[in-house]
T-cell receptor, first 114, second 114 residues
Framework: AQSVTQLGSHVSVSEGALVLLRCNYSSSVPPYLFWYVQYPNQGLQLLLKYTSAATLVKGINGFEAEFKKSETSFHLTKPSAHMSDAAEYFCAVSFSNQGGKLIFGQGTELSVKP | DAGVIQSPRHEVTEMGQEVTLRCKPISGHDYLFWYRQTMMRGLELLIYFNNNVPIDDSGMPEDRFSAKMPNASFSTLKIQPSEPRDSAVYFC????????????FGEGSRLTVL
């Protein structure tokens, strides 16, 4: 079965520290992978996506993620956290034969301490 | 361009009442998705349409839920009768064929059933 697992429902970092949010997927076919961000009382918006081109993907707001097939991972990182990064982050997977249907992980809430 | 538009943003109703949530997708998008978000279950795909035709409704919780897409610019999600366990944020999202999972989300409809 195809699934996405996000390790850690809550991550707390200090402002200026490295952000690392973990995502692993399970798939029998090459996946398309995504990170979405949700700010309070808002819908989700796309941060970045991997669609079988470069394995290191750069997104908005300084975030990037690396696709590692051998580890079935797509972890999200940012070198230096900012207070405005506090939000919930969702990893998601899509498969080309399912017409854009996304399967989401459970989400990781990121807190940034001053 | 206008994004995905959902209405109402907030709905409070009593158990047993009918609830109708509305969505206008982005013009030119041919996929439309309804998701439900709760603390306990995260983001769940309820149903999605392609070219106004329901493709997968396996996520619809039970017969009390129904969704329609009478044309390319409008969709409804109806709950009849509503129950307290239906309280959640309901998101509509749309995408374009070939976009491999890049969904655009509305701001959501927060439903509270008393």
């Amino acid at each position: 079965a195809q699934s996405v697992t996000q390790l850690g429902s809550h991550v707390s970092v200090s402002e200026g520290a490295l952000v690392l949010l973990r995502c692993n997927y399970s798939s029998s076919v090459p996946p398309y992978l995504f990170w979405y961000v949700q700010y309070p009382n808002q819908g989700l918006q796309l941060l970045l996506k991997y669609t079988s081109a470069a394995t290191l993907v750069k997104g908005i707001n300084g975030f990037e993620a690396e696709f590692k097939k051998s580890e079935t991972s797509f972890h999200l990182t940012k070198p230096s956290a900012h207070m405005s990064d506090a939000a919930e982050y969702f990893c998601a997977v899509s498969f080309s034969n399912q017409g854009g249907k996304l399967i989401f992980g459970q989400g990781t809430e990121l807190s940034v301490k001053p | 361009d206008a994004g995905v538009i959902q209405s109402p943003r907030h709905e409070v109703t009593e158990m047993g009442q009918e609830v109708t949530l509305r969505c206008k997708p982005i013009s030119g998008h041919d996929y439309l998705f309804w998701y439900r978000q709760t603390m306990m279950r995260g983001l769940e795909l309820l149903i999605y349409f392609n070219n106004n035709v329901p493709i997968d409704d396996s996520g619809m919780p039970e017969d009390r839920f129904s969704a329609k897409m009478p044309n390319a610019s409008f969709s409804t999600l109806k709950i009849q009768p509503s129950e307290p366990r239906d309280s959640a944020v309901y998101f509509c999202a749309s995408s374009r064929s070939g976009s491999t999972g890049e969904l655009f989300f509305g701001e959501g409809s927060r439903l509270t059933v008393l």
